[in-house]
Each structure stands twice: as C-alpha cells, then as structure tokens.
C-alpha cells in the first residue's frame, strides 16, 4: 500500500471515529490512541475494511495496559475491534500467560511475535469458552495485532462491567451464581481458567440480568504450570466482590463445586474433544482432577 493511501485510509478511520465518538477524551486516552494506530496496523485495518469486516469505525469502548477496544460496524452488524499494541503496553505481563502456554510453546520471544500470539490465543480462547457455554463475545477474524469480534451490547451502548452495574442483593446473587458456573463450565468442559477475572473483565446484559466473560486472552490450560494459582486468585476476586452484597461463600467449597461434572459436561467435553479445541487423551483429564485435589491442598 503507498504512504498516499495509508494517510487517506488514516484520515477516513481518524474521521468517522471522531464523529462517532460518545466517549470523553483526556491526554492519556490520546496518547494510547496514537500508540494503537500505527502504520501497520493501519495497513491491516485497511485490509480488513477491503474484505468487509470493517465498515466504519466508531468510538472507544475501553483503554487497558495492552490494546484499546473500538466500536465497529461491518457486514455482520455492530462489532467490537480489539487492536493490540505493538509499540507500547506492558509486554512483559504477557510472558507468564503464553510463554508457558503448551500451545504457544514454538513461538519466538519478540514484542511483536508475542503481541500476535496473544490474539491468536486470545481468538481461540473465545472459541473454546463459547463452546463451553458460557456467553462471551463471538470471534469473527483475527489477524496480527486486531481481533474483530461480537460487540456486546445494544445501539452502539456496551454492557457495562460487573464493577459499574447497580446492583440489589438478589440481583447480585443472581450474577454470582451465574460466575460460578462460568467459572466451573471453564474449568470442567472447556479445561481452561481465565487467570484475572474479577468485575473488571465481566459485563452485565442489564436487560437480561446474565454476566458476560470478556478478556480472555490470558486464559490458560490446565496443564499451565500456573494454572492452579491463577484459578485460585479469580476465586478470590469473586468472593471478594460479591461479599459487598451479603453473598456468603466458603472457598474451599466453591473449590468442590467448580470441579463437579456432570452428564451434560461430558456432552459439551465431547463436542470439544472432537473439535480439537481439547485434547482428547486421558492425560489431560487426569490433569483436572490432580488440579482440583491441589488446589483443596493449597487452601489447607
């Protein structure tokens, strides 16, 4: 692509997200904006706007350490596109969620090469937790830096995140009991933890009252040899938030509940396996039980 149309597609995006923008700017906000769009990442939004997938690109939806989160529209409707940064971030957060993932075990120990292995994962990870089923925003492409996928809310508004949502007791109970179960559909029939999840990275279908699992770019498997610890840090979190709302919950039994399975696991682990997205071999099934017994050893 010439530098002549890098700057015509850079004024267009620049355009259409300042028209689009509902969200307020202040000088941090800029700043990562400038570090996000790079010229190759331009060039690949570029690409993506050829295949369709791009349309027309609105305002910010949130700003974190790694990439910011832009609303979308493409020819699937309104979309959420993820652009991971590739000349700032905190790079070195990454290392302990990938750099030991077995999936991930050939790739090179670059900024670059781990910032794409890390929405690779991140796209796979959906899949799998979808699979799982769990509502999570549904990946649509991945390339590079970018991740396109669902946008998860109603009329250009996204969910807000478990932390921002007014709650009751009842209706907290509710959301707590639905997180729980993510956490254990997570964990039984995906063999995934998520390793930060907390009310930062869970929003809430108001209208719906159903928790939504974002941000799982760091999940990792249960043969992780940190999988253990991440698991028992995103009990903490849950407990922790929802103690506010009077949600009474014992750790080392919610630790009993997340490793039951039942039939209709079996039916979902099945599904995986034969998808690929588990492994099928009896290792890995050991490797469940081995970790909750742990995990019961850890809390002791």
């Known amino acids: 692509m010439s530098e002549k149309k890098i700057d015509k597609q850079m004024r267009k995006i620049e355009d259409k997200r300042d028209k689009n923008r509902t969200f307020k700017k202040d000088s941090s906000f800029l700043k990562a904006e400038e570090n996000v769009f790079d010229v190759p990442t331009l060039k690949l939004l570029y690409t993506l706007a050829n295949k369709g997938y791009i349309t027309e690109m609105g305002g910010s939806i949130s700003t974190g350490k790694e990439a910011n989160v832009f609303y979308a529209a493409g020819n699937e409707g309104e979309v959420a596109v993820k652009i991971y940064r590739l000349t700032s971030g905190t790079f070195k957060a990454m290392d302990p969620y990938i750099l030991k993932d077995p999936r ?15 929405t690779q994962k991140e796209a796979q990870n959906l899949l799998r937790v979808r699979k799982a089923g769990i ?5 649509i492409v991945n390339e ?7 946008f998860m809310g109603k009329d250009k508004i996204p969910y807000p995140l478990l932390k921002d949502t007014p709650l009751d007791d009842a209706e907290a109970q509710n959301i707590y009991d639905q997180v729980i179960e993510d956490i254990r559909r997570l964990y039984v029939r995906a063999h995934l933890v998520h390793s930060d999840l907390s009310e930062y990275n869970i929003l809430v279908d108001t209208e719906k009252m159903e928790a939504v699992i974002i941000d799982v770019g760091q999940a990792v498997t249960l043969d992780h040899p940190n999988a253990r610890e991440f698991m028992s840090r995103d009990l903490e979190n849950i407990l922790r938030f929802f103690k506010k709302y009077g949600v009474k919950a014992d750790k080392k039994e919610v630790l009993q509940h997340v490793k039951q399975r039942n039939e209709t696991d079996e039916i979902y682990e099945k599904e995986l396996n034969e998808s690929g997205e588990n492994k099928p071999d009896e290792s890995e099934n050991e490797q469940i039980e081995t970790d909750s017994e742990e995990l019961e050893l850890s809390e002791n």
Do not use: C, G, Q, Y
Request: zero cysteines.
């Open 135 to 139: 509502r999570a925003p549904r990946p």
């Open 144 to 150: 590079r830096n970018v991740l396109v996928m669902e």
């Open 104 to 118: 991930f075990t050939n790739i090179r120990h670059s900024r670059k090469d781990i910032v794409f292995a890390w």
